[in-house]
T-cell receptor, first 112, second 113 residues
Framework: KAGVTQTPRYLIKTRGQQVTLSCSPI?????VSWYQQTPGQGLQFLFE???????NKGNFPGRFSGRQFSNSRSEMNVSTLELGDSALYLC???????????FGPGTRLLVL | ELKVEQNPLFLSMQEGKNYTIYCNYS?????LYWYRQDPGKSLESLFV?????AVKQEGRLMASLDTKARLSTLHITAAVHDLSATYFC?????????????FGKGTHLIIQP
């Protein structure tokens, strides 16, 4: 069974731009969660989607948003990028949110 | 607010030795995860511990959970170089998963030949 895939794997943007990251979960998994990983803050929960609904969001500004499609694929968007948004963005999928989350390879975003 | 603390944060050890990584968390939770991350890579699921007294073992790694003490341990037996990685514990915020996982800061483990 294929794992979680994320595209693109690497991205360079400049301040003020916006970016969209994509995540395809493991087949059959309906819950998709997003996390941000930085050296300073570690791994932080961004949001979780299940059946196209965002059920919760971590402590991030409104510039961070996402959505989930009917095939469970998910996208996250960051608008008006700031230097501090440079991070590894990880997507994780699970059958349902309460089960083990399996992580994708991540998208490494660099904001210049 | 749920807090998860791991210690040590850095550990350098020799092959063949045993060691334990500790994970304390601040509020009641009955679902705890251990993940491994290699440099530049994503997170690999190692164990999920679901109840008090749970113990799981895979190769040279053994994880346990004491929900009353809010403590989990990851024990490494007779370490080998291939186990060098960063190990994270994570706790389910809500019990239902919808609030995501809260991670510890990770233990950077270096095993020297």
């Amino acid at each position: 069974k294929a794992g979680v895939t994320q595209t693109p794997r690497y991205l360079i943007k400049t301040r003020g731009q916006q970016v969209t990251l994509s995540c395809s979960p493991i087949s059959g998994h309906r819950s998709v969660s997003w996390y941000q990983q930085t050296p300073g803050q570690g791994l932080q929960f961004l949001f979780e989607y299940f059946s196209e609904t965002q059920r919760n969001k971590g402590n991030f500004p409104g510039r961070f948003s996402g959505r989930q499609f009917s095939n469970s694929r998910s996208e996250m968007n960051v608008s008006t990028l700031e230097l501090g948004d440079s991070a590894l963005y990880l997507c994780a999928s699970s059958l349902v949110a309460s089960e083990t989350q399996y992580f994708g390879p991540g998208t490494r975003l660099l904001v210049l | 607010e749920l807090k998860v603390e791991q210690n040590p944060l850095f550990l350098s050890m020799q092959e063949g030795k045993n060691y334990t990584i500790y994970c304390n968390y601040s509020t009641t939770s009955d679902r705890l995860y251990w993940y491994r991350q290699d440099p530049g890579k994503s997170l690999e699921s190692l164990f999920v511990l679901l109840s008090n007294g749970a113990v799981k073992q895979e190769g040279r790694l053994m994880a346990s959970l004491d929900t009353k003490a809010r403590l989990s341990t990851l024990h490494i037996t007779a370490a080998v170089h291939d186990l060098s990685a960063t190990y994270f514990c994570a706790v389910d915020n809500s019990g239902g998963g919808a609030d995501g996982l809260t991670f510890g800061k990770g233990t950077h483990l270096i095993i020297q030949p």
